[in-house]
């Protein structure tokens, strides 16, 4: 069926059920519908100073939590939509895609290779590890570690631990004052060895 769209050039949808669901327009233009689309409330438009605010992603939880980015920050609703709360500045990364797993643990990805992750429902967001500069364009979840992430010049991205926000380097052993390379083992090897190393 063709439905009756409430404004033009509709950039993004996102349903959370057969009927509750939600469309975002480039212009800063959002919409709810409760019916499945026959019908839609058009939300409070979120230009600011007379200036247009592109959104560039959504994502509902339930019915009135929800994330939106725009081409400068995070933004997060309690109400269904109605009103909107800056989160998080991007610093002109857009975001493009969300995913939450539950109310708490989110990511979004975005341009340059970003990835933010979310543990309290987006009132705090951590930097992922860079991997890669290409912008990331879908990010999505089967529980809190697994996940993978597709972007620009065939990129795809798998985690098994939900994300890395930091690598803890641990010195365990003094500082050497001479280079050292020990013998690989198990030697002979197939199809790999492990060589210890001191520099």
């Known amino acids: 069926d063709t439905i009756f769209s409430p404004f033009s050039d ?34 409070p438009n979120l230009s600011q100073n007379g200036w247009q ?16 980015a725009t081409t400068a920050q995070i933004m997060h609703t309690n ?3 109605i009103s909107w ?11 493009y895609c969300f995913f939450f797993f539950n109310e708490s ?20 967001w951590l930097k992922q ?3 890669t500069s290409n912008a990331l364009s879908q990010v999505f979840f089967v529980n809190e570690n697994i996940g993978w992430i597709v972007g620009s010049n065939s990129t795809l991205l ?20 001479d280079v050292s390379l020990s013998q690989n083992y198990p ?9 210890s190393y001191k520099v």
Do not use: C, H, M
Request: charged content about 15%; aromatic content about 10%; proline content about 4%.
């Open 53 to 68: 605010v592109n959104i560039t992603a959504i994502f509902f939880s339930d019915e009135k939590n929800g994330w939106i």
């Open 79 to 81: 109400d269904g939509g």
């Open 10 to 43: 509709i950039s993004q949808l996102f349903f959370l059920t057969g009927k509750t669901g939600w469309i975002i327009n480039f212009k800063g233009r959002i919409a709810r519908t409760a019916d499945g689309g026959s019908t839609w409330e058009i939300l």
């Open 129 to 131: 590890i860079k991997i």
């Open 105 to 124: 643990i989110g990511w979004t990805v975005g341009g340059d290779g970003l990835i933010l992750k979310t543990t309290n429902g987006g009132e705090e």
């Open 187 to 195: 030697n002979p090897f197939n199809p790999e060895t492990i060589i």
């Open 158 to 177: 798998r985690t098994t631990n939900g994300g890395i926000t930091s690598v803890d380097v641990k010195v365990e052993q003094p500082i050497p004052s």
């Open 85 to 95: 709360i800056p989160q998080y500045s991007l610093q002109a990364n857009n975001a």
